[in-house]
């Protein structure tokens, strides 16, 4: 509450400085300040001030609001020595720059430096006296309009602070550029337009500690942080980044309190020693965390890493023999370290102040030092045996982190703040009138220079400093972003040390990019390893992740992969199906090709049919050519000689056409198989047909007035016919080809393991009109058969055609549902049995006896035979004549 109305009234203070009128008639040209605060500094007059502001103090003490009389201001104690060294950072850097001929020559700088003693409220006066001024009078123009007494503010160092200043000094368009503000909130240039700073950001030290993690693969962490700005902004971006990056999650998350709340810090430390996360990162500063240690230590919580922000990094008080057991081998992220030539020689000539009086810092210093004090000394110090310091002590011969130059961190932050205003007031005083960037090509000058034109060129500034780093700003006021990685160091003897293991800096073109030399790591393990710190294991290969409700992500269990998927490759968390051609190995992490199955002509079944098939086919040729040889012969003559040779050329080509039925499936042979296959039975049957018609009609002609049936049975009407059946066939195979063609198939349906090549029949109408056509004619013929079976025994050709055509039909009958139960090859294996198997059932019935006669019994087959073989001879050549006129039908 004193901070919140503190900053009220600061702010109502500086809005009611205005021009002091002493009459209601008369202006008089001049400014009075109606207010002053009382602030410790330090100045240095020049043509050009400049500000900081410096924590030389760590305490304040804040008086009581009576609100019944002005509030007494706030006294600073306990003297801060980086502080202080940060402050005469700035001093030495004003100095070089006023030595160098080539950086605003004919131009001097000057400064006023604060201490803000960590303090919000008094930070926040200090910004406002330099932004307004403390002098008396300030001689302006009569509107009280003019040039600022100080051309910008290097500082502050809380983010806390820089949030509070900028807030004010944006209105204002007066620069801030901060050496040690890190909260992401700032770099919202809209809501803080004036405000630089030249230490990176908090976002981009958030993902300079994921980088970490992500290098040493722990994806389980604890984040512990401050209750203010700093803290809370770090851990919403860490929250965030974790979250888009999927790199890891946080097994807890505490906000450190700001006093010594004992129960509430054991309530934090007892998480983190139950918690499985091994590592702990901490956004804190060095007073949080030397109240978390102190229970850390009382509860012996060991064999934690600790991630350490760049507010503790480097931080001494923890560094002690009593917490390095518990901190040693700390990885923490560091402002970037450099070097600051003649810095050293410059602190040296530091002294103390003539008078003693001056509560800035050159005397505390001195006082703390050299742990001695001025005259006249406090109560009771001489009598405790303490010092009195005379001003003449040598600094050289003590050893003081004030002259320390080995690890300037904030310090060259400073250094760099300084030189960004000395480079943009140098570039803005070398503009050409004529060619400014201002109103009408204008130039921005000394003597009318206005906070706005000084903050152009700062935006646009670039140097290089003497180190080598690039300093400019991006469109959010941070800088080029670079850290340094550092490790605590707990050395055999009991020292400590803070070493530099490595840096990570951002780029434009290549993001951040991280560097490690992780033989220089100090891990504080009896392994001298780095610790594993994940919810769960990685999956192994073969299973996949499957998340435990409730728990964060990186909290799974391992499931294995199901058949036909393997893990992949490039996250061992799912599982993905391998693709079509290929399964996964039985530890399902690789894909390997699968096995492929077809009818070949390289297996034992394959070989098989595809010998039956070509024996088939030279049985037939043998028949045909025995046929032929024999074609005037009784017997050849006897059985229609034209339809048996059509027969024996039909049944070739059923042979035949089962070779198709073998090998790998492909597009023109799944289209011709089928085709050829119901043609060439058609053809068959259709010959069949025609020959058992004609038997039928022969005998039927043989009886009182029915010869006329004959005269439907000439050559010409049998050929007809057959080819008028086939025909038939011929328009089922093209519309079946042309509406839904049979294609190969690669089918993985009957096993996982194994691709079965097949062709797929595409329309299974058409194939079953196909089939059905090709049954039709076989039933047709076998009932016609059937019917004349019982004609003369001694050569009877329908009895013949009757079991030829019952064979025809029982394997095709037992085709149909053994080819729906076969799998895969199996099916087409089943086709081509069923085709052999008809053709040698059509084949040996009906031309297994006539070359049985012709071969094995020719006395058979000549013309002494019986009365029936005339009979039979006149019956093949349709003599209709000869069979009315003689009426002879001895065979009856």
């Given at each position: 509450m004193w901070l919140l109305l503190q900053t009220i009234l600061l702010i109502l203070l500086y809005f009611s400085f205005s021009c002091a009128v002493s009459?209601?008639?008369?202006?008089?040209?001049?400014?009075?300040?109606?207010?002053?605060?009382?602030?410790?500094?330090?100045?240095?007059?020049?043509?050009?001030?400049?500000?900081?502001?410096?924590?030389?103090?760590?305490?304040?003490?804040?008086?009581?609001?009576?609100?019944?009389?002005?509030?007494?201001?706030?006294?600073?104690?306990?003297?801060?020595?980086?502080?202080?060294?940060?402050?005469?950072?700035?001093?030495?850097a004003i100095d070089e720059i006023n030595s160098n001929s080539n950086l605003l020559p004919n131009v001097t700088l000057g400064y006023t430096l604060y201490d803000n003693c960590i303090n919000l409220g008094i930070g926040f006066r200090a910004a406002l006296s330099l932004a307004s001024g403390q002098e008396e009078k300030i001689i302006l123009d009569n509107t009280c309009i003019g040039n600022p007494p100080v051309l910008g503010i290097v500082g502050d160092s809380p983010s806390a602070h820089s949030i509070a200043i900028s807030s004010i000094l944006g209105f204002l368009y007066f620069s801030q550029v901060s050496y040690f503000s890190t909260c992401s909130c700032l770099s919202n240039h809209q809501k803080y337009p004036s405000f630089f700073r030249t230490i990176p950001s908090d976002v981009f030290q958030v993902r300079a500690m994921i980088h970490i993690l992500k290098h040493f693969g722990w994806t389980w962490a604890g984040l512990l942080v401050s209750g203010d700005d700093y803290g809370l902004h770090a851990a919403r971006s860490l929250q965030s980044e974790l979250s888009l990056s999927g790199e890891g999650c946080l097994a807890y998350f505490a906000v450190l309190p700001w006093d010594k709340d004992t129960d509430e810090l054991r309530r934090?430390?007892?998480?983190?020693?139950?918690?499985?996360?091994?590592?702990?990162?901490?956004?804190?500063?060095?007073?949080?965390?030397?109240?978390?240690?102190?229970?850390?230590?009382?509860?012996?919580?060991?064999?934690?890493?600790?991630?350490?922000?760049?507010?503790?990094?480097?931080?001494?008080?923890?560094?002690?023999?009593q917490l390095m057991p518990y901190l040693g081998g700390t990885l923490g992220i560091a402002i970037r370290h450099g070097e600051i030539p003649g810095l050293r020689e410059f602190l040296l000539k530091t002294r103390p102040n003539l008078h003693h009086n001056n509560s800035y810092g050159n005397s505390m210093f001195w006082e703390f030092t050299f742990q001695c004090r001025f005259a006249p000394a406090p109560p009771g110090w001489l009598e405790g045996g303490g010092a009195v310091c005379t001003g003449k002590e040598d600094l050289e011969k003590v050893d003081t982190e004030f002259l320390d130059i080995s690890n300037l961190r904030p310090e060259y932050n400073v250094y760099k703040a300084v030189y960004a205003f000395a480079h943009s007031l140098d570039d803005m005083l070398r503009c050409m009138p004529g060619r400014g960037p201002f109103s009408k090509h204008s130039c921005a000058?000394?003597?009318?220079?206005?906070?706005?034109?000084?903050?152009?060129?700062?935006?646009?500034?670039?140097?290089?400093?003497?180190?080598?780093?690039?300093?400019?700003?991006?469109?959010?006021?941070?800088?080029?972003?670079?850290?340094?990685?550092?490790?605590?160091?707990?050395?055999?003897?009991?020292?400590?040390?803070?070493?530099?293991?490595?840096?990570?800096?951002?780029?434009?073109?290549?993001?951040e990019e991280?560097?490690?030399?992780?033989?220089?790591?100090?891990?504080?393990?009896?392994?001298?390893?780095?610790?594993?710190?994940?919810?769960?294991?990685?999956?192994?290969?073969?299973?996949?992740?499957?998340?435990?409700?409730?728990?964060?992500?990186?909290?799974?269990?391992?499931?294995?992969?199901?058949?036909?998927?393997?893990?992949?490759?490039?996250?061992?968390?799912?599982?993905?199906?391998?693709?079509?051609?290929?399964?996964?190995?039985?530890?399902?992490?690789?894909?390997?090709?699968?096995?492929?199955?077809?009818?070949?002509?390289?297996?034992?079944?394959?070989i098989?049919?595809?010998?039956?098939?070509?024996?088939?086919?030279?049985?037939?040729?043998?028949?045909?050519?025995?046929?032929?040889?024999?074609?005037?012969?009784?017997?050849?003559?006897?059985?229609?000689?034209?339809?048996?040779?059509?027969?024996?050329?039909?049944?070739?080509?059923?042979?035949?056409?089962?070779?198709?039925?073998?090998?790998?499936?492909?597009?023109?042979?799944?289209?011709?198989?089928?085709?050829?296959f119901g043609i060439s039975f058609v053809l068959c049957v259709s010959c069949i047909l025609v020959k058992t018609m004609v038997v039928l009609a022969?005998?039927?002609?043989?009886?009182?007035?029915?010869?006329?049936?004959?005269?439907?049975?000439?050559?010409?009407?049998?050929?007809?016919?057959?080819?008028?059946?086939?025909?038939?066939?011929?328009?089922?195979?093209?519309?079946?080809?042309?509406?839904?063609?049979?294609?190969?198939?690669?089918?993985?349906?009957?096993?996982?393991?194994?691709?079965?090549?097949?062709?797929?029949?595409?329309?299974?109408?058409?194939?079953?009109?196909?089939?059905?056509?090709?049954?039709?004619?076989?039933?047709?013929?076998?009932?016609?058969?059937?019917?004349?079976?019982?004609?003369?025994?001694?050569?009877?050709?329908?009895?013949?055609?009757?079991?030829?055509?019952?064979?025809?039909?029982?394997?095709?009958?037992?085709?149909?549902?053994?080819?729906?139960?076969?799998?895969?090859?199996?099916?087409?294996?089943?086709?081509?049995?069923?085709?052999?198997?008809?053709?040698?059932?059509?084949?040996?019935?009906?031309?297994?006896?006539k070359c049985y006669i012709i071969i094995m019994r020719p006395e058979l087959n000549t013309k002494k035979m019986k009365d029936c073989w005339k009979y039979i001879y006149i019956m093949a050549h349709f003599d209709v004549c000869y069979l009315l006129k003689k009426k002879k039908n001895s065979c009856v």
């Open positions: 009459s209601s008639d008369i202006i008089i040209p001049s400014c009075q300040i109606q207010g002053r605060f009382n602030l410790n500094g330090n100045q240095k007059t020049g043509d050009v001030i400049l500000g900081g502001l410096f924590p030389v103090h760590f305490f304040t003490s804040v008086p009581d609001l009576s609100f019944i009389s002005d509030p007494q201001q706030p006294t600073c104690h306990g003297f801060y020595e980086l502080g202080f060294k940060l402050a005469q950072t700035m001093a030495f934090i430390v007892n998480v983190m020693k139950t918690s499985t996360a091994r590592v702990v990162i901490v956004f804190a500063h060095e007073s949080g965390m030397i109240n978390l240690m102190e229970e850390v230590v009382r509860q012996n919580v060991t064999g934690l890493q600790w991630m350490a922000s760049e507010a503790w990094t480097a931080a001494a008080v923890l560094q002690t023999p000058t000394l003597q009318s220079l206005e906070p706005w034109q000084l903050l152009y060129y700062l935006e646009r500034v670039n140097f290089t400093t003497p180190f080598g780093d690039q300093v400019s700003f991006d469109e959010n006021g941070d800088v080029v972003p670079i850290y340094d990685v550092m490790n605590w160091l707990w050395l055999p003897d009991g020292s400590t040390k803070v070493q530099n293991v490595g840096e990570i800096k951002g780029s434009v073109l290549r993001g991280l560097i490690l030399d992780e033989d220089k790591i100090f891990w504080n393990f009896k392994s001298r390893k780095p610790p594993r710190s994940v919810c769960s294991e990685s999956c192994p290969p073969g299973t996949h992740m499957v998340r435990r409700k409730g728990e964060p992500k990186c909290c799974f269990d391992c499931i294995p992969c199901s058949e036909g998927k393997v893990t992949n490759k490039s996250n061992s968390f799912e599982c993905t199906s391998c693709p079509e051609d290929f399964w996964s190995n039985p530890q399902r992490d690789h894909c390997v090709p699968k096995k492929t199955e077809f009818l070949s002509y390289h297996e034992p079944l394959g098989c049919l595809t010998a039956t098939s070509l024996l088939g086919t030279f049985i037939c040729a043998v028949v045909l050519g025995i046929f032929f040889y024999h074609r005037r012969t009784p017997i050849i003559r006897a059985s229609n000689s034209e339809l048996s040779f059509q027969l024996l050329l039909s049944l070739k080509l059923c042979f035949l056409c089962s070779l198709l039925f073998i090998g790998r499936p492909r597009l023109w042979t799944c289209q011709l198989r089928h085709a050829a022969v005998f039927k002609a043989s009886k009182p007035g029915e010869g006329a049936v004959l005269k439907w049975f000439g050559v010409m009407q049998q050929r007809g016919t057959v080819l008028f059946l086939t025909s038939i066939q011929a328009v089922i195979c093209t519309a079946w080809l042309v509406s839904s063609s049979p294609v190969p198939h690669k089918n993985t349906q009957y096993h996982n393991d194994k691709i079965v090549y097949e062709c797929a029949v595409g329309s299974t109408v058409g194939f079953g009109v196909l089939l059905g056509y090709i049954g039709m004619l076989a039933v047709l013929s076998f009932l016609i058969a059937f019917l004349v079976r019982n004609l003369p025994d001694s050569f009877n050709e329908a009895k013949l055609i009757t079991f030829s055509m019952l064979i025809f039909c029982a394997v095709w009958v037992a085709f149909v549902p053994v080819y729906v139960s076969s799998p895969g090859n199996r099916a087409d294996a089943v086709e081509v049995f069923a085709i052999l198997a008809s053709s040698f059932g059509l084949l040996i019935t009906l031309f297994g006896p």
